[in-house]
Structure formats: structure tokens, C-alpha cells
């Protein structure tokens, strides 16, 4: 059974940073490709970053890309989303997703395998 365990959430202040981590069990995942999501209140589920674990490609929605950075340990099977610059418009709680393919999708659809999140605030 595959279970993803998400950690690291928390409060910052705009401007700060944060490191969530994803710890995949229940298989091998060298052949999936991981991802974080994230919902805020009253809003629909927003893509936010994937890799695959095999070659490391990696796909960013346009309000991130360069502030948050993916990256997986494969030895560890863990995701991690380091966030800096942090703006209140962040504020959400973060999903992290995983499916057996090759490339990384920003359809939540592609994905069927979902943890339970973690929360992040960013104050004013």
C-alpha cells in the first residue's frame, strides 16, 4: 500500500522560507514521477511542482518558478519543496502526489496516489 507522508508546514513571515518534505512507502518509485499540489480556502486544487524520479525532470507553475525549488533523494524515497520568498498568496495546504509515469503532469488528475497534506501560512 502506497502511503506519502508530507511534513513540514508551518507559519512564516512574507519573505521567509520553508522545506517541505514527502516520504513515499509501499513500493520502488524509480519509475514515478512526484509532485506537490496545494488548495487554499474555497479554491480549487492548484499545481505547484513535479519531478520524475528517473532523470530528474522538473516542471513549475508559473507563480513559483524561481522561488521554489523540487527535489527528491531517491535513497530516502523523499520529496522535498524548499520555498523562499514567501508571500501570503502561498498560504495553502501542500499535497504530495505520485503516479507511474515517466514525466511529471500538472493535472491533478494523473495522479493517484495522494498524502494528506501539510499546512503553510505566510503572515503579512
Known amino acids: 500500500q502506497v502511503q506519502l507522508v508530507e511534513s513540514g508546514g508551518g507559519l512564516v513571515q512574507a519573505g521567509g522560507s520553508l522545506r517541505l518534505s514527502c516520504v513515499a512507502s509501499?513500493?520502488?518509485?524509480?519509475?514515478?514521477?512526484m509532485a506537490w499540489f496545494r488548495q487554499a480556502p474555497g479554491k480549487e486544487r492548484e499545481f505547484v511542482a513535479t519531478?520524475?524520479?528517473?532523470?530528474?525532470?522538473?516542471i513549475y507553475a508559473d507563480s513559483v518558478k524561481g522561488r521554489f525549488t523540487i527535489s527528491g533523494d531517491i535513497a530516502k524515497n523523499t520529496v522535498y519543496l524548499q520555498m523562499a520568498s514567501l508571500k501570503p498568496e502561498d498560504t495553502a495546504v501542500y499535497h504530495c502526489?505520485?503516479?507511474?509515469?515517466?514525466?511529471?503532469?500538472?493535472?491533478?488528475?494523473?495522479?493517484?496516489?495522494w498524502g494528506q497534506g501539510t499546512q503553510v501560512t505566510v503572515s503579512d
Open positions: 502526489a505520485a503516479a507511474l509515469m515517466a514525466w511529471g503532469s500538472s493535472n491533478p488528475n494523473a495522479y493517484n496516489y
Open positions: 509501499g513500493r520502488t518509485f524509480t519509475n514515478y514521477a
Open positions: 519531478i520524475s524520479w528517473r532523470g530528474g525532470n522538473t
